[in-house]
């Protein structure tokens, strides 16, 4: 709670500072594209000349196939949440919304909302070369920041987009997620090879705890429990042996230099007081030492949960969603507009559900 206090207040005192600063610079803020509106939605927005390319326009139809690959992704990743609901399948496989400040905390918020802002700009950006690429005009490119949810969006010419084929305006609203889905696919790649084999990243020493006693820090990387590879599983064994022993684990801490610590541990004590978190292979660690190797994972698990995510639900016939467009585009108003209120309804039911 003291978590969530402090983010809340960081938030409004943030955007009464700018609402201040708005006030009395007004015209030096629009001059440079900013413009706040009703005093909680910052939008800034710049024309950009986006060149025509054949290479985008022949390519763009591969969209589409992307597209329905994210949108069979989303609707399997929501029945999978629905039965989760009901008890017909694990709690852990259904879908978790994320929420900044609650399941996003400590530094993992920087490392999350610097790639919704860099997965947002992609996003937009293929909206735009795609277009371009079908001879409609793009009049400007911009972002928004709601509270603390960046958005990015791409201003067409409707008029250019009404004369073109339906199949272009397709391809168009496709490609954001086909470029997210591309971006998320290759962080997991990325990521997978970056953590194998893992290790554990120490995030946080709770303070009295059996870990504080002997020294650990955060920041330091877990490689091994008595010899054995560090994993969580291993070390909850350990530590639900009910008799006294100890544990040699062997670390490298946040300087870079690997030592080993020999805890004893009371046969009734079953937590080390650490929050964990997969760390770097050794190989990685080795190519760019402790800090720089975590911030890595990071980046690339960070980059492909958002990525994956964006592409999903900008797939989902959500009404606004590019999904949700493009079922307008196929269907028409009318049962666009049933398509869309289902797939909510699904949306909401598979992450909100008892």
Avoid at 179 to 191: P, T
Avoid at 261 to 276: A, D, E, F
């Amino acid at each position: 709670m003291n978590i969530l206090l402090m983010v809340f207040t960081i938030i409004i005192s943030s955007w009464a500072l700018l609402n201040i600063l708005y006030v009395h610079f007004r015209g030096s803020f629009e001059r440079r594209g900013f413009k706040l509106y009703y005093g909680l939605v910052l939008v800034y927005k710049r024309s950009k000349k986006i060149r025509q390319s054949s290479i985008v326009r022949k390519t763009s139809y591969v969209s589409i196939l992307l597209f329905i690959l994210a949108l069979i992704f989303f609707y399997y990743s929501m029945i999978i949440g629905l039965m989760a609901r009901i008890g017909l399948a694990s709690s852990a496989a259904g879908p978790t919304l994320l929420i900044p400040g609650v399941n996003i905390v400590g530094d993992h918020l920087f490392y999350f909302i610097l790639m919704v802002i860099i997965a947002a700009i992609i996003h937009e950006f293929a909206h735009a070369y795609t277009a371009r690429s079908h001879n409609i005009r793009v009049k400007s490119l911009g972002f928004a920041i709601v509270l603390f949810i960046p958005l990015a969006f791409t201003e067409i010419d409707e008029e250019d987009a009404a004369k073109s084929s339906r199949k272009a305006r397709i391809a168009t609203l496709a490609a954001g997620p086909a470029s997210n889905f591309i971006l998320g696919v290759l962080f997991m790649y990325l990521f997978v090879l970056a953590v194998s084999p893992p290790t554990l990243v120490i995030e946080q020493v709770v303070p009295g705890s059996l870990a504080d006693k002997y020294g650990l820090k955060s920041g330091s990387i877990l490689i091994s429990i008595n010899g054995t590879p560090a994993t969580r599983d291993v070390l909850r064994n350990y530590l639900n042996i009910n008799n006294d022993t100890y544990l040699v684990l062997t670390i490298i801490d946040p300087g870079g230099v690997k030592e080993n610590i020999t805890i004893y541990k009371p046969s009734n004590t079953t937590l080390l007081g650490v929050y964990l978190w997969v760390g770097p292979s050794i190989a990685l660690i080795k190519l760019f030492g402790t800090w720089l190797s975590i911030v890595l994972t990071k980046l690339l698990y960070w980059g492909m949960i958002v990525n994956t995510g964006l592409a999903l639900v900008n797939a989902a016939p959500l009404f606004i969603s590019d999904g949700g467009r493009i079922v307008y585009e196929l269907l028409g108003n009318r049962i666009g507009h049933i398509v869309n209120f289902l797939s909510l309804l699904i949306l909401v039911l598979a992450v909100t559900g008892p």
